[in-house]
């Protein structure tokens, strides 16, 4: 099993919709959360990080179930320009020990005109 | 202000060859990571430093491969020899750590080191 699983999708997806982004991490001590934005052929960059409580950042929201070891991404309102590959990434200990920033498959979006 | 910087930006190179890929930290991080990405297996950790030292090499995949750090400003990854399954890209990212060995979350990349090994 892996420890960061994210539908890869892609999600096709028309301009000005919302749309939705789960990710499942298997270690239920992992102590941080984020999702990255990596743009085709580039380096993966910080998004936003994700918090307990839920956080808001413009058009975007990410929120953390841990009892269900769960972490969403809403995108609203989407653009053009919103059309990448969304990593969820996990920071603490893994299955096997390590502490390590775990990095999900990614989700790729892809918005239409 | 430089971000991370690597080198090459692309190679290609023959099945038993050495490769040997490059990376200068963003001054003042205290963290380093080496990653590869494939499409099969996303994005894995092969090693990461800290302040130099290596903490985690446990995702260097065999003995082919192999991590310096010679220097708070200098890294190398080493492919020796090189198999047409190690073509993948190659990031570094760069951390500033701000508790011990503690990892904060945003990891700077650099723009990758695309390998072909034919």
């Known amino acids: 099993r892996k420890e960061v699983e994210q539908d890869p999708g892609p999600f096709n997806v028309p301009e000005g919709a919302t749309v939705a982004f789960n990710c499942t991490y298997s270690n239920s001590a992992s102590q941080s959360f984020f999702w990255y934005r990596q743009d085709c052929r580039k380096e993966p960059k910080l998004l936003m990080s994700?918090?307990?409580s839920g956080n808001e950042d413009g058009r975007f929201t990410a929120q953390l179930n841990r009892a269900s070891q769960y972490i969403s991404l809403l995108i609203r309102d989407s653009k053009l320009s919103d059309s990448a590959t969304y990593l969820c990434v996990v920071n603490g200990p893994t299955d096997t020990g390590r502490r390590a920033l775990t990095f999900g498959s990614g989700t790729r979006l892809q918005v239409q005109p | 202000d430089a971000g991370v910087i690597q080198s090459p930006r692309h190679e290609v190179t023959e099945m038993g060859q050495e490769v040997t890929l490059r990376c200068k930290p963003i001054?003042?991080?205290?963290?380093l990571f080496w990653y590869r990405q494939t499409m099969m297996r996303g994005l894995e950790l092969l090693i990461y430093?800290?302040?130099?030292?290596?903490?985690?090499d446990s995702g260097m995949p065999e003995d082919r491969f192999s991590a310096k750090m010679p220097n708070a400003s200098f890294s190398t990854l080493k492919i020796q020899p090189s198999e047409p399954r190690d073509s993948a890209v190659y990031f570094c990212?760069?951390?500033?750590?701000?508790?011990?060995?503690?990892?904060?979350?945003?990891?700077?990349f650099g723009e990758g080191s695309r390998l072909t090994v034919l």
């Open positions: 430093f800290n302040n130099n030292v290596p903490i985690d």
């Open positions: 001054s003042g991080h205290n963290s």
């Open positions: 990212a760069s951390s500033l750590a701000t508790t011990g060995s503690e990892l904060t979350g945003e990891l700077f």
């Open positions: 994700v918090y307990s």
